[in-house]
């Protein structure tokens, strides 16, 4: 029988890529997504837990799953309730005691088992799964298909080593890890086949991709070579940049490649035409990575890049192991190789123990670099993390003023940034309607959202536009030429051959 789901996403774009998972595995289970909790047999709440606010709205939104369930319970129907993600992780069978309408508590690490723990809950069980188990999850999803439109996310690395102390990542996504670049490829390629012209690469710590190289496994080899005769092939030519390097499956550790590398890798891609990744860590922006900035066009010119603070002792504190002046010097470099390459950032104000000195070492990093947009939160306390127990937190009244203070310069940087490009001519990948009829939107290559008087036929195209006015978190335009990337035809899907015992 048809079910309905409903997933509500919370936090960033690993949990919305994650949550088109599950979604994708639940689908042959019959599972039908819905648009509201109130019409869903199964909800999955796919939580958030990097800033207080984020577990306070999932438990608030909880309070009004379970009236729900039981209006719905009282009609006699069921529904099942799953918290998944980082607060899942966190809070683990907190979750289950301070809301006892939760069936199904699971870490991002336990997805793949979704369908068994749905049928344990449906027998009843309380389900708690948060344990640590990447590689299997990649291993067991089924391959990434959904048609994400033009710009698509791809989750390269998860989790994180660097342990900066008000941070819940390493706890909640556990030890970092790479997926192998055969498998990276062989989703992009599956995504540009299903009609994405942009990818953007994801990762807690993006940049501390170091994916086992290309070679891709005998078996893998072997059972294409078997697809392709059945196709009708006669003749195979293997391929490699250095194809006679082949070596099959590398064992384990040996021979990876960094980010800078798999970006090259994936620009050969023909009909990819932008890239992007985040979120990245200052320390890992290795030479590689910076040479990809200035080699490979399709690398947009535009690097969200968190500094966090202007100040080296808030930095040493929060054990970022970089100065400002590090951070600095790689904006330089990159601003050298990639003149128009633009910047975003994540900056903490608040941190325990931050002095007004130290916040104004922020507001000047901010002037001299100049930002296109950025994030800034107040610190919050993370429990388990090492800066929840210094002893000088900050009044929120203190937090607060610098958060205004901070949010004001960088909201008249990111209006400056957009009036600079009026009249420029740029490139627009039309991703969807706009907010007015017969108006389209998209990205610039800065990341600008950019609206457009366009008719459909231009949406997922790259179209030249000529930037006419600028406002505070977008610009518009009017369309100046449509690139030649033709409409896309979109391949047939590959239909699996038998293979011969
Ligand atoms: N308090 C406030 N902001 C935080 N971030 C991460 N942890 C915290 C915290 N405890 C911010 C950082 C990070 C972004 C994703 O969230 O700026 O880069
Ligand atoms: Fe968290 Fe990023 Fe630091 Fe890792 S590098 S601990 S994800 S802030």
């Known amino acids: 029988m048809a079910q309905k789901l409903f997933i509500k996403t919370y936090g960033c774009q690993m949990n919305a890529y994650d949550s088109a998972r599950m979604a994708e595995l639940l689908a042959p289970l019959g599972f039908a997504a819905v648009a509201a909790a109130e019409e869903a047999d199964l909800v999955i709440l796919n939580t958030c837990h990097i800033r207080e606010k984020a577990a306070e709205k999932v438990y608030s939104e909880l309070g009004r799953l379970s009236r729900l369930k039981g209006a719905r319970q009282a009609a006699g129907r069921g529904m099942t309730l799953a918290v998944a993600g980082c607060v899942a992780q966190a809070e683990g069978a907190e979750l289950m005691r301070r809301q006892p309408a939760v069936d199904l508590v699971f870490g991002p690490q336990a997805y793949h088992r979704l369908p068994e723990m749905i049928a344990r809950a449906a027998r009843g069980c309380f389900v708690l799964e948060t344990a640590f188990e990447v590689e299997r999850k990649f291993d067991e999803l089924p391959e990434a298909l959904i048609p994400g439109g033009p710009a698509a996310f791809l989750t390269i690395q998860e989790g994180c080593d660097r342990f900066c102390t008000f941070c819940v990542v390493p706890y909640t996504r556990g030890a970092e890890y790479s997926r192998p670049v055969a498998e990276v490829a062989a989703e992009a390629r599956r995504l540009v086949a299903a009609g994405a012209s942009e990818i953007t690469l994801l990762g807690q710590n993006v940049n501390a991709y170091h994916g086992r190289e290309y070679s891709r496994p005998v078996a893998e080899v072997a059972a294409e070579a078997r697809r392709l005769v059945a196709a009708g092939a006669s003749e195979i030519t293997l391929l490699g940049q250095n194809v006679n390097a082949y070596h099959g499956r590398a064992p384990e550790g040996v021979g990876s490649w960094g980010l800078g590398r798999l970006i090259a890798h994936l620009s050969e891609i023909e009909e990819l035409l932008r890239i992007r990744y985040t ?214 899907p590959i239909k699996e051959a038998r293979i011969p015992a």
Do not use: W
Not at 404 to 431: C, K, M
């Open 279 to 492: 979120t990245s860590h200052p320390c890992q922006m290795d030479d590689e990575l910076i040479e990809a900035h200035r080699d490979i066009g399709k690398l947009m010119p535009f690097l969200h890049l968190p500094v966090q603070s202007g100040s080296d002792r808030v930095l040493e504190a929060m054990n970022r192991r970089h100065r400002a002046d590090d951070y600095r010097r790689i904006v330089e470099r990159l601003r050298r190789v990639r003149p128009e390459i633009a910047f975003s950032s994540d900056f903490i104000v608040g941190y325990p123990g931050e002095s007004e000195a130290d916040f104004a070492a922020t507001l000047d990093l901010v002037r001299e670099i100049g930002f296109a947009q950025a994030y800034s939160f107040k610190y919050s306390a993370r429990p388990g993390t090492p800066a929840a127990l210094m002893e000088d937190q900050l009044p929120d009244q203190v937090k607060v003023e610098r958060l205004r203070h901070l949010q004001a310069l960088l909201a008249r940087q990111q209006r400056a940034f957009n009036e600079r490009s009026i009249g420029e001519r740029v490139e627009v990948l039309l991703e969807r309607r706009g907010r007015r009829p017969g108006q389209l939107a998209g990205r610039s290559p800065h990341m600008q959202v950019v609206n457009v008087a366009a008719g459909d036929e231009l949406l997922g195209r790259v179209v030249e536009v000529e930037i006419t006015d600028a406002r505070a978190v977008s610009v518009a335009g009017r369309l100046a030429d449509a690139r030649p990337n033709a409409p896309r035809q979109l391949a047939p």
